[in-house]
């Protein structure tokens, strides 16, 4: 399948996206600097959205998102899983480092950027993450990136 890409422009500017936050009885609908996302493994490719997360060093996948591409741990020399400790906002939790063969950012159905062989973080919880989170380590490395909250949008500058 071929995929469309967004002409080459200097910077893309995204909305905030929504989701619905259930409380109790009542639903509130939450604006977040999401991007649409396309994950891509030798077994599946589905569209997703990624927080773009300032504050987070690693980019980190949902263990079911990771179960559906079908990724498995990073082994080292001696066999055993790749795990670390990552420190969040709500405490600690134990990932495993998977490798994500791809993830495209997308603008309104639209490739601007893709990135292969990711080493992505893997919380071994269900609930430790609710999506995709992308950190400095993947997306901040090319480009200047700008949050807008007043008019809830979020630029990608290219550098």
């Not at 009542?26 to 927080?51: D, F, I, N, Q």
């Not at 420190?87 to 950012?105: H, K, N, V």
């Amino acid at each position: 399948m071929s995929q469309r890409t967004v002409p080459n422009s200097k910077v893309v500017v995204c909305d905030y996206l929504y989701y619905r936050l259930h409380i109790k009885d009542s639903v509130k609908w939450v604006k977040l600097p999401l991007v649409e996302l396309r994950m891509k493994s030798p077994s599946a490719e589905y569209g997703s959205v990624g927080l773009v997360d300032s504050g987070s060093d690693r980019t980190f996948v949902p263990r079911e998102e990771a179960k559906l591409l079908g990724l498995r741990p990073q082994t080292l020399t001696d066999g055993t899983k790749r795990t670390t400790e990552a420190l969040g906002a709500g405490g600690s939790f134990p990932c495993e480092i998977m490798t994500l063969p791809e993830m495209r950012l997308m603008w309104h159905g639209a490739q601007f950027q893709d990135f292969h062989g990711l080493a992505v973080w893997v919380p071994q919880k269900n609930e430790d993450i609710p999506y995709t989170i992308i950190g400095r380590d993947i997306v901040f490395k090319r480009f200047e990136i700008s949050f807008n909250e007043s008019h809830r949008k979020m630029s990608f500058k290219r550098v």
